[in-house]
């Protein structure tokens, strides 16, 4: 199966198998009107299998959010047909206004103008907690 | 910059050694500090009732020679007719110098303090934070015992739902020589992320048990309730309430320095008769509490 080359754009790579919809869906690429491929399931030698998401325009991407749902993406920023960067991510320290408190008696979940906001506790085994409560987040609660 | 208070972390051992020196200095010369904040206003703004503690905040700032305006319930704020957290932190920040702020909401006197150019003191967030009684124990230990290591702290009662209990385990871990013993019903034992985060996180030796086993070694016994607000079952609550009661029998075997505190109010949890033992320190903590609390509000005022 081939998949035309993008000239100037975004190629988000090494996402975990299975999780392209939700990145797709996370970071709104159905708003743009731009080409955006999604590719399930490509072949990879790290990992056997791999979702890949092409996007054919330059767009700012919430690399936070992409490195907290799957810190193995590598993003590529592609110029004239080449790729001129290439960003490992990594998981963030903060994590503003994306994973929603699940705490009922946590303030955030009870003024709607505070933006949800969580800490990285605990880098080794990702864990994030609310600045306000500190009950740990949960990867349903994006 | 203004400082907070918003949990027990937020201070290092030496900003924690800093108030329990001012405090030290002001039980030994109380009349040297009684005008220490004269022209100062603490406002206590409570969203929910807590008598002791109000009162606690209150006596400490008249003491200084402040003066305290407030409210003691959130029908009596703003809150009840939809107002923020923020733009009521924002608003008595143009009548105060500083607040002492009791909300059920976790978290809200950190919305507080963003949105305040005043000091904010969280005098207890829900079943989150209460970093003042924290001080409060820190403060009654460290004058009890004369240091803050190399004692070995028995937690009995609630220790689930203790805030009280998880926070001087947090404080507690960050001296040497410490170690622990939970003693608790299985049902009301220290949550996971206290085991895994604090004790075994800093490598701190500690026992769990049900039973009264280890109360001659201990240096400390720290007492609490267990609370029927945090039981959804009656059932339950009836079952669990008098698990553990501490009765001057029992204290036979116990060390004759041992210190026995708890955070008050009391219920059964400790028998009357150990009020009479002078090893019974509860009554001086809540008197510390007064203490600490003037040390802190000189400390985030910036009074010398």
């Not at chain 1, 919809?21 to 743009?32: A, F, G, N, R, V």
């Not at chain 2, 926070?167 to 013993?181: D, T």
Request: proline residues 4%; contains cysteine; negative net charge.
């Amino acid at each position: 199966m081939t998949i035309d080359s993008i000239r100037n754009g975004i190629v988000i790579d090494h996402i975990t198998a299975g999780k392209s919809m939700e990145i797709y869906h996370i970071l709104e690429l159905s708003k743009l009107d731009c080409s955006v491929a999604i590719i399930k399931n490509a072949s990879s030698k790290k990992a056997g299998k791999k979702d890949i998401i092409k996007i054919d325009s330059q767009l700012d991407i919430n690399m936070d959010i992409l490195g907290y749902i799957d810190p193995t993406i590598t993003v590529n920023i592609v110029k004239d047909g080449k790729i001129v960067e290439k960003k490992h991510m990594e998981l963030p320290d903060h994590i503003d206004g994306v994973i929603k408190c699940k705490n009922p008696r946590c303030i955030s979940s009870i003024e709607q103008e505070i933006v949800h906001s969580f800490k990285l506790v605990d880098r080794e085994n990702g864990i994030y907690r609310c600045v306000y409560c500190e009950t740990k987040a949960e990867p349903e609660t994006l | 910059m203004k400082k907070d208070l918003i949990g027990i972390t937020d201070l290092s051992k030496e900003e924690l050694a800093e108030l329990i020196a001012i405090a030290e200095k002001i039980i030994e010369d109380p009349v040297a500090y009684s005008e220490k904040c004269k022209g100062k206003k603490l406002a206590t703004c409570f969203f929910e009732p807590s008598t002791r503690t109000r009162l606690s905040f209150e006596a400490a700032m008249l003491e200084l020679g402040g003066s305290v305006l407030g409210f003691s319930e959130a029908n009596s704020s703003s809150a009840a007719k939809g107002e923020s957290v923020a733009d009521t932190a924002r608003t008595i920040s143009c009548y105060a110098d500083i607040i002492a702020m009791r909300h059920p909401k976790e978290g809200a006197p950190m919305v507080a303090a963003q949105a305040a150019p005043i000091p904010i003191i969280n005098a207890g967030d829900g079943g989150h934070n209460h970093p003042t009684q924290t001080l409060t124990d820190l403060l009654t230990i460290y004058r009890e015992k004369g240091r803050l290591s190399d004692l070995k702290i028995g937690f009995c009662g609630d220790l689930k739902f203790g805030r009280t209990v998880h926070s001087l385990i947090q404080a507690m871990s960050r001296y040497e020589g410490i170690s622990f013993v939970l003693i608790s019903p299985e049902e009301l034992c220290v949550p996971e992320y206290i085991k895994k985060d604090v004790l075994d996180g800093k490598n701190i030796p500690y026992v769990e048990t049900s039973s009264w086993d280890e109360l001659p070694e201990l240096d400390i016994l720290y007492m609490t309730r267990v609370q029927r607000e945090r039981f959804f079952n009656e059932a339950d609550y009836m079952r669990l309430k008098d698990a553990f009661i501490l009765t001057a029998d029992r204290l036979q075997d116990a060390k004759p320095d041992l210190c026995i505190m708890h955070p008050l109010p009391r219920v059964n949890e400790i028998e009357r008769a150990v009020d009479e033992d002078p090893r019974a320190c509860y009554f001086k903590q809540a008197l510390y509490g007064k203490y600490i609390r003037m040390a802190l509000i000189l400390k985030l005022l910036g009074v010398e």
